[in-house]
């Protein structure tokens, strides 16, 4: 069997896993929102805000956060009250269905509507593995270039939601939003686009909004979609 065989195997099996994770978890009552971003993003202060809210409209919310090592994350989730779990992934670059299903056996509270996944930092890899989630979001800060959605297309080209972080540093970084906006959707056309910031809490309740608004069908179909119906892990034909 040649490498690439192996690889299609491997992608294979994790989206049974998934299908059979999503399948449990939505007859639990739950939603799951997988988080995609690079590094340094804003992604875990973000989710914290997120979090942080979805507790004070009363809604139940837990989280798991994953790194290839230290508990920091958690840490830090963990004050806004919600139940958080740390993943760590001993060196692998993402996470996979198989650690979503073992790290959520006996923990998962029975009432949660809504379980956040923070992936590994990461653009790459994790962009080809269905967690069973209900919502992909993939975020980026401003400072990481206008040309990011056309560098890494599978995994804003399968993103229901794209979030801007960090928009308070937006002019200092000389941040071409327009640019970004065509980018983001010459890969993924009609995305909405979230403008956040976590340090003045701009965005966090739309993307509170957006999340719940999931649980209930609402939701934007990628070209690259990672489910229900199979896995597309090439990258996307729109982009020239």
């Not at 299903?101 to 790459?124: H, I, K, Q, S, Y």
């Not at 970084?173 to 980018?183: H, K, Y």
């Amino acid at each position: 069997m040649c490498r690439s065989d192996v690889k299609q195997a491997v992608l294979a099996k994790n989206d049974e896993l998934a299908a059979d994770l999503r399948g449990d978890l939505a007859r639990q009552g739950v939603s799951v929102v997988n988080l995609l971003s690079s590094p340094g993003s804003g992604k875990t202060e973000l989710l914290g805000r997120v979090l942080a809210r979805a507790m004070e409209r009363g809604v139940p919310v837990a989280a798991l956060t994953a790194d290839l090592a230290t508990e920091n994350d958690a840490v830090r989730l963990a004050r806004s009250g919600a139940p958080v779990q740390q993943v760590l992934t001993d060196g692998l670059c993402h996470l996979e269905a198989r650690q979503v299903r073992a790290r959520l056996a006996g923990w998962l509270p029975a009432d949660t509507a809504v379980l956040f996944v923070e992936n590994v930092g990461n653009l790459v890899c994790p962009a080809a593995y269905d967690l069973g989630e209900t919502l992909r979001v993939v975020l980026m800060a401003v400072t990481e270039g206008e040309d990011k959605p056309l560098k890494y297309p599978s995994a804003f080209g399968s993103a229901h939601l794209v979030v801007v972080t960090k928009t308070d540093l937006a002019e200092a970084a000389g941040f071409d939003e327009s640019a970004f906006v065509e980018n983001v959707h010459r890969v993924n056309p009609g995305v909405e686009i979230v403008r956040s910031c976590a340090r003045t809490g701009a965005g966090v309740g739309t993307v509170l909004d957006r999340v719940l608004a999931a649980r209930d069908g609402a939701r934007h179909q990628p070209p690259l979609a990672p489910h229900p119906h199979g896995h597309h892990h090439g990258a996307p034909t729109t982009v020239a």
